[in-house]
């Protein structure tokens, strides 16, 4: 996770455990080549297994795409 975006995840996510629901939220990621990519979490708590389940999406390309856009808009 972006240094910047730890504060808002683990929010996210103690805000998912504290409503026993799920949620779903974007955040900022470096890659392993130091690159920034965005992701789209799904974050689910399983009261009966006392677990935090997380899928991440890589949307950097459909970020990439809005902003095109915007920018041809503009």
């Not at 920034?36 to 006392?50: A, D, I, K, N, P």
Request: charged content about 30%; proline content about 3%; glycine content about 4%.
């Amino acid at each position: 996770v972006a240094p910047d975006d730890v504060p808002l995840v683990l929010k996210h996510v103690d805000e998912v455990k504290e409503e026993l629901g799920s949620r779903e939220f974007e955040s900022r990621m470096v890659r392993h080549d130091g690159q920034q990519g965005f992701t789209l979490w799904s974050v689910h708590w399983s009261v009966s297994e006392r677990s935090l389940f997380c899928v991440l999406h890589d949307i950097t390309a459909r970020k990439e795409a809005e902003r095109l856009r915007q920018e041809v808009i503009s």
